[in-house]
């Protein structure tokens, strides 16, 4: 079965800074990878995704995310964050072998991104 | 409109009482999903379906059940609710690669 860690539970970052948001996933072969955010009182909406191919995906938003096998980690990463970009962020794996996560995908437990002025 | 809705937004009620979600989408996918999150939790999947006759069962499945109407249509249903049922929960659809479209929400508090 495969899982997703984020190690930071809460990020604060000065508006117009860089950041990278950690994910690191366990899974036997290569999965497909995912980030979504969450802004408060909302659903999920997709950033990114890597199926194979490129290992640096460009996503929504400004935002991008590689993916490194050697290390098993998917980060998402933005040049200048914006105040708008406070929310919650969450990494998601989904098994290849299973039809592309076709019984759900495994979501990290998030990371809360705080915008400071 | 949404692609993924789901009614109510937001529901009260007590405990022992049933309870249905509902979730429709536009998309056209077979896949559909139910999740659950608890704060500092992310999401888990309560249930999922690939078609009308193919459901299963996810990682918190005990104390749910569920039913999938029409390709289009999955409900959730709490039979006999109970206050560590609230939480916020979604609906979801996937394509054929896996990318899951979530709707809204609806936030269930459980007196």
């Known amino acids: 079965a495969q899982s997703v860690t984020q190690p930071d539970i809460h990020i604060t970052v000065s508006e117009g800074a860089s950041l990278e948001l950690r994910c690191n996933y366990s899974y036997g072969a290569t999965p497909y990878l995912f980030w979504y955010v969450q802004s408060p009182g909302q659903g999920l909406q997709l950033l990114l995704k890597y199926f194979s191919g490129d290992t640096l995906v460009q996503g929504i938003k400004g935002f991008e995310a590689e993916f490194k096998r050697s290390q098993s980690s998917f980060n998402l990463r933005k040049p200048s964050v914006h105040w708008s970009d406070a929310a919650e962020y969450f990494c998601?794996?989904?098994?290849?072998?299973?039809?592309?996560?076709?019984?759900?995908?495994?979501f990290g437990k998030g990371t809360h991104l705080i915008i400071q002025p | 409109d949404a692609d993924v809705t789901q009614t109510p937004r937001n529901r009260i009620t007590k405990t022992g009482k049933r309870i249905m979600l509902e979730c429709s989408q536009t998309?056209?996918?077979?896949?559909m999903y139910w999740y659950r999150q608890d704060p500092g939790l992310g999401l888990q999947l309560i249930y999922y379906s690939f078609d009308v006759k193919d459901i299963n069962k996810g990682e918190i499945s005990d104390g749910y059940s569920v039913s999938r109407q029409a390709q289009a249509k999955f409900s959730l249903s709490l039979e006999s609710a109970i206050p560590n049922q609230t939480a916020l929960y979604f609906c979801?659809?996937?394509?054929?690669?896996?990318?899951?479209?979530f709707g809204p929400g609806t936030r269930l508090t459980v007196l």
């Open positions: 979801a659809t996937s394509d054929w690669r896996g990318t899951q479209y």
């Open positions: 998309k056209g996918h077979d896949r």
């Open positions: 998601a794996v989904g098994a290849q072998d299973t039809g592309g996560g076709a019984d759900g995908l495994t």
